[in-house]
């Protein structure tokens, strides 16, 4: 019989799925109170905060979760 060499299993890949809708509802939501309290949209500002969670990330080992 054969000797165990390793006993690791390191994945190909990865992936994780997550439903922004409600996070975009929240933001937009933000943004309409904003402009009637302040008169100014924080929506950029908003989505700027988001944009780094939706972009694909080509590396399996920099995914958080």
Same mark, same amino acid.
């Given at each position: 019989?054969? $000797?165990?060499?390793?006993? @690791?299993? #390191? *994945?190909?890949? @990865?992936?994780? @799925?997550? +439903?922004?809708?409600?996070?975009?509802?929240?933001? %937009? /939501? /933000?943004?309409? /109170?904003? $402009?009637?309290? $302040?008169?100014?949209? #924080? %929506?950029?500002?908003?989505?700027?905060?988001?944009?780094?969670?939706?972009? %694909? /990330?080509?590396? *399996?080992?920099?995914? +958080?979760?």
């Amino acid at each position: 019989m054969g $000797r165990l060499e390793k006993d @690791t299993h #390191t *994945p190909i890949s @990865t992936s994780k @799925t997550q +439903n922004f809708l409600s996070v975009l509802q929240q933001a %937009l /939501q /933000q943004d309409k /109170q904003a $402009r009637q309290g $302040r008169g100014a949209s #924080t %929506l950029k500002d908003t989505l700027a905060g988001i944009h780094a969670k939706v972009l %694909l /990330q080509s590396e *399996p080992s920099k995914l +958080n979760g």
